[in-house]
């Protein structure tokens, strides 16, 4: 008799319900410490430019992922930019409908070569399309904590 | 096997620091910049990556690895990212030797990253999960029960006293005192401090462990041609061995690691090591906990068992003994930045035996030097072996 | 190293750089809350408990009798031959008195954590569990202890359905 077994009643089928006790504090770093500072102080965009590779960060980075070269020169952009690709979403990540659709977007800020995933607000439905041109609306000054949520969305630059 | 020889031509480091302002991206960056620019190479030179990070729920990232992987020199090219525990950091240039060796790469980029300090309130609560979910966890286990077990059995078995053991630590945070990365260097500590520490799990006390820690390191490997152009001081990897034992922790007696020396043999067979104890000059065993580099001596044969704690208590363990153990500080002293702990090992031992090691140099001109990781469930051993000449 | 590097990298902070906002950081708390199967082996550790039982498996090839049960024998890769029910009685392998909980806090009583060899089961073989009515200086390697159930009524088929192994006089 070998231990070939098979839970073949379901009421034999046992599970133990647990959780992993972990919460994550982030720091923003090098680069994030002065890109979110720059947005909480004086509502602008800064990123970090690669002169050997032309190429302008924006979320910047401390070094050059092509070339790996330190990236001490910064560099304003934005606050206006280009839709790159977007996404219209009708439900909520548990499954829900949400009343008012979310509108995801890569928008490339005007001097970046990357882009940053934002919200698109104050936009119809069917006036979506890549290539639309938008800028930043900020939170008001004392409402912003040095987050990716001092920006309140992005709408279209003629709305 | 027809492999082709491989040498390390470079290495790089950030400060171990208890909470790093840099992201887990910009740490490996620093290090793996300061490994190319050490040996002049740049990442055009570079082939592929290999990484080690400890479990992502330490950083808080899943799929740590492709996050990291920018920050560590892989952008657009192989890249792959191993975990073995703490046995991780010996294991990463492992896995860029046989890249090498095979004849894949010309040049591997090794980075081992890790940062502790976003895991909140601490990370234990990662580290939890190692238990059984079902037969232990419901117990109420920490990460701090196994190693006390692991460390009552080991001194029941040779009849240790605290003292014998807290000897090593006394050695490693005197030693990291002259290491410029170190977070818990201290060069006046003393047996009697680390035997009045507070008691977490007896016989485990404060000043038996390592800390929490954020950090990174890189090495740079290169095949035998591209490393006899770059460097007239290539540190060739002579043997590398590894190990797992079961993972029915409870079923095994822990006073010895049998999967260490497993893992040392391997290696010692393929460096042609036949008496590792003439032929090994310093050795980088691994110290999360004090008793753990006596206990991993003895697994890696370079201690009789029991015997280490004496080594330890005669000064042959000490910088200027006859088998210098962790002279970098180790764990206990630099830090443990679990992946980044293990390569830090490794670096050192490459300059040392480069007669780079500033204040830690070790005397008597070294060419054959170990280094050695270990984790999981008391579980995994890895082993390389460093040497000049030949 | 030391001589060509002026300056490591790595910017090290204290935790009132946080407390006081002295830099920029987010926070997040993922739901990992989980349903781990037993399985057929553990399923029926638990069940055995629920009932008063400690119960191993035997692998008649390499003769050895192990717990926690396991469906195969990871030394000979087959599987386990035969169930078969332990004492609930055994000996220390080794302990701890631990003052600390996971995330570090004190402790009020210390827990004595303890790996014991189950009478019945193959030499050195055991199982993690807690020591208790036994004065932690009391405590020695090779003492003998048998574990104290919880009554038939309030057992759910778990490990703590043992509340902790005791010293036998
Ligand atoms: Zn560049
Ligand atoms: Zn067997």
Known sequence: MALLEKVDKNIEARAWQGEIPIQSRYTCGLAGEKFFREIMENGRFAGTHCAECEYTYVPPTIYCERCFAKLDEWVEVGPEGTVQSFTVLLVAPDGTPLEEPDILALIQLDGADSVLVHRLGKVGLDELAIGMRVKAVFKPKKEREGSILDIVHFVPVNA | ?390 | MTAKIKEFPGVGLRESDFTERKVLFTEWKPDARYAWDAGVAIGRYLAELKEGRIIGVRCHHCRRTVVPPRIFCEWCFRPMDEWVYLEDHGVVNTFSICYVQWDMERLEEPLIPAVIEIAGASKGVGILHLLGEVDPREVKIGMKVKAVWKPAAERIGAITDIRYFKPIN
């Not at chain 2, 799929?63 to 892989?74: Q, R, V, W």
């Not at chain 2, 034992?245 to 043999?265: C, F, I, M, S």
């Not at chain 2, 090994?280 to 068992?305: R, S, W």
């Open chain 2, 1 to 390: 096997m027809g492999l082709r020889k491989v040498a390390v031509v470079g290495a790089g480091m950030t400060k171990f620091v208890r909470r790093a302002q840099e992201t887990g991206k910009e740490l490996a960056y620093e290090a793996a910049k300061m490994a190319l620019d050490s040996c002049e190479l740049t990442l055009d030179d570079v082939d592929g990556v290999a990484l080690g990070t400890a479990p992502d729920a330490f950083d808080g990232v899943h799929m740590k690895g492709e996050y990291l992987s920018d920050g560590a020199g892989a952008w657009r090219k192989p890249f792959m990212r191993s975990y073995v525990g703490g046995g991780t950091g010996v294991f990463a240039p492992i896995q860029g030797w046989y890249h090498v060796a095979s004849g894949l790469f010309d040049v591997c980029l090794v980075v081992c990253e890790e940062k502790m300090s976003s895991c909140q309130p601490h990370p234990q609560g990662a580290f939890l999960t190692i238990f059984d979910h079902t037969t232990e966890r419901p117990l109420g286990p920490n990460l701090l029960w196994i190693f006390a077990l692991e460390m009552n059995r080991y001194m029941q078995t040779y009849g240790l006293q605290k003292k014998d053991i807290a000897l090593v630590s006394v050695k490693n945070k005197r030693n990291a005192a002259d290491h410029p990365c170190a977070l818990l260097g201290d060069p006046n500590i003393t047996v009697e401090d680390v035997l009045k520490s507070e008691v977490l799990a007896w016989p485990v006390q404060r000043l038996d462990v390592s800390p929490v820690t954020d950090g990174a390191v890189a090495l740079v490997l290169a095949a035998e041609n591209v490393a006899k152009r770059i460097t007239d001081k290539p540190v060739w990897i002579k043997g590398v061995g590894w190990s797992l034992d079961t993972a029915y922790w409870t079923n095994r007696d822990l006073y010895y690691p049998k999967y260490v020396e497993y893992a040392a043999r391997m290696a010692y067979e393929m460096a042609g090591i036949r008496e590792p104890r003439k032929e090994i000059h310093i050795v980088e065993p691994y110290d999360p906990f004090d008793y753990k580099e006596l206990h991993h001596l003895e697994g890696l044969l370079l201690a009789d068992k029991g015997e280490a704690p004496r080594l330890t208590a005669e000064g042959v363990t000490a910088r200027t003994g006859n088998m210098p153990v962790c002279p970098s500080g180790g764990l206990l002293g630099v830090g443990n930045p679990i992946a980044a702990a293990g390569l830090m090992k490794v670096a050192e031992i490459f300059w040392q035996l480069r007669g780079e090691a500033g204040k830690r140099q070790v005397p008597g001109k070294p060419i054959t030097g170990l280094a050695q990781a270990w984790g999981d469930l008391m579980q995994v051993g890895t082993v390389i072996i460093l040497g000049i000449g030949g």
